[in-house]
Structure formats: C-alpha cells, structure tokens
C-alpha cells in the first residue's frame, strides 16, 4: 500500500508544469534567500565553491556553480575515461545485446534509451555507466574524454525523480525522462553522454551551446538541480578499473577505466573549448 501510495505522489509531482513553477523560483531574486538554508541542509561544501555564498543572485546560480580552480584535477594517464561528474555510481556493467540488465531492479533498452538512434549497434555490447547526482554534488557536467561532437539529441520526456523509489518502482524512469544526449568521437572510438532530466530540473544546458569539440575535463554542460548521466562506451572498447564497484562516490576527474589501444583515427585537437 505504502509503495502504490509514492507511486502515485511520484507521478502527480512529475508534470512539467510543476517543474516549469520551480524552475521559475529558482531564477527568481527571491529564491537568493534560501541559498543558506538548502547549503546547510544538504552539507555542501561552501569551501569549493568559486564565490562566497553571499555573491550567488539567485538559488539556480549557486546550483550551477562553478568550483575554484584546482579543486578537481584531472587523472592524467592516456586512454583512461575519466568520471564527467561528482556523483554515486549506481550501475556498472557490459551491455548484453543492447540491454542493461538490473539497473536497481529493472532491465532498460538501449534503444529506448537512446530514443531509438541509428547509433544504438554501435553500444549494443559496450560497457555503461549510471551516475546519480544528488543535490549535495557540483552539478557541472565535463568532457570525460578528448574529441569532437558528432551529434547531439534533445529528447522530451517527463520529469521523474531519480531517486533510489523511483528507479525501482516506477518503470524505466531513465528512458521516460528528458534526455540530451551528446555523441562524441574520440581517439579510441566514440562515447555517448546522455544527461538524464529529473524532478524540478528545468533544463539541462550546454555550457556553450555552438561547441564542436572539448578537452578532457572541458566544462561541457550543467543540470539545473539533481539528476543522472549514463556513460556508454563502444563495443569492446573499455574495461572498468578492478576497484570501482556500485555504491562508490566519484568525482569529476577520477578514472573511471580504461580504453583499448588506440586505432588510428585521424581525429584532431578540438579547437574550441
């Protein structure tokens, strides 16, 4: 009875309109006066942060804030997958013929994932990632690897939590939800970046929308309030680092695994960052 009960709250509290409401707050002058109370509720590290508390204008800017600079130095070994985010990893694992089984109980379809995209045999045994972003973490996304982007996909959706309920009581939250996903070709092969919306996230943005390219570490794209990235790898491209496992935290930076040796390619130095 409890879980049909959060269940239904879960998906009354998921229309856009609500999240369209909080968006506009978060923007809102007023909004400046809560930055305290919601830093000291969720423990962030006000330390880390680029300005003093008392600069942010408005809740959305302290949300999408930037670090200092050194706060998160990069893993600086060629061919490694660096984490794009601070977040708890909540799946790791090969994908079986274009599923990835038992993400927190359930199987998901690449292709429903990836809103059906001719890219999908390219991913359909490569290795996945689920990155939970809660709203204590830096909410930047980075480039997890050196290349060039080759597309990019703005899928409408709902507005789930990503919470632990609601990815294992409501179905497949991460292919229902907003996604902007980013392809990116890099010298070992090519990745997908798939940004996940979720409950109160009014958008999920590219730091610089008319970038071609990144750097590894490139501040690439930002949520506005908590959500998730899948990380896909190619086929037979990647193997994971032997000590990372579910439930780890990461930060942005951190090795995640390792590409296999890489082919040549003949992909450039992005240009723009």
């Known amino acids: 009875m409890a879980a049909t009960w959060m269940k239904w709250m879960t998906e009354l509290s998921s229309r856009k309109w609500i999240s369209k409401l909080m968006g506009r707050f978060s923007h809102s002058g007023g909004s400046r006066f809560i930055i305290p109370f919601f830093a000291k509720s969720y423990g962030i590290p006000l330390h880390e942060a680029e300005k003093e508390i008392g600069d942010y204008r408005t809740l959305n800017e302290f949300f999408t804030r930037r670090l200092k600079p050194g706060m998160r130095p990069l893993h600086e070994e060629p061919g490694v997958l660096i984490s794009p985010v601070d977040a708890l990893v909540t799946f790791m694992g ?61 899928i409408k959706g709902r507005v789930y939590p990503v919470n632990d309920f609601s990815m294992r009581h409501m179905r497949t939250v991460l292919s229902r939800n907003e996604r902007l996903i980013t392809y990116i070709s890099h010298a070992c092969g090519e990745l997908a970046l798939v940004k996940v919306g979720a409950m109160n996230v009014s958008s999920i943005k590219y730091t610089d929308e008319a970038a071609k390219g990144w750097k590894q570490g490139d501040d690439l794209a930002y949520f506005e309030f908590g959500s998730t990235v899948v990380l896909l790898t190619q086929n037979a491209s990647f193997t994971p680092l032997s000590e990372l496992a579910v439930g780890r935290k990461v930060c942005m930076g951190e090795a995640l695994g390792h590409f296999a040796a890489p082919a040549s390619s003949g992909l450039s130095e992005p240009t723009n960052q």
């Open 94 to 154: 090969v994908i079986q013929d274009g599923t990835l089984l038992n993400v927190k109980g359930q199987d998901y379809s690449l292709a429903e994932l990836l809103n059906h995209s001719p890219r999908v045999e390219a991913y359909k045994h490569g290795y996945a990632f689920v990155l939970y972003l809660s709203p204590t973490d830096y909410h930047r996304i980075h480039a997890p690897v050196t290349g060039i982007k080759l597309e990019s996909d703005h």
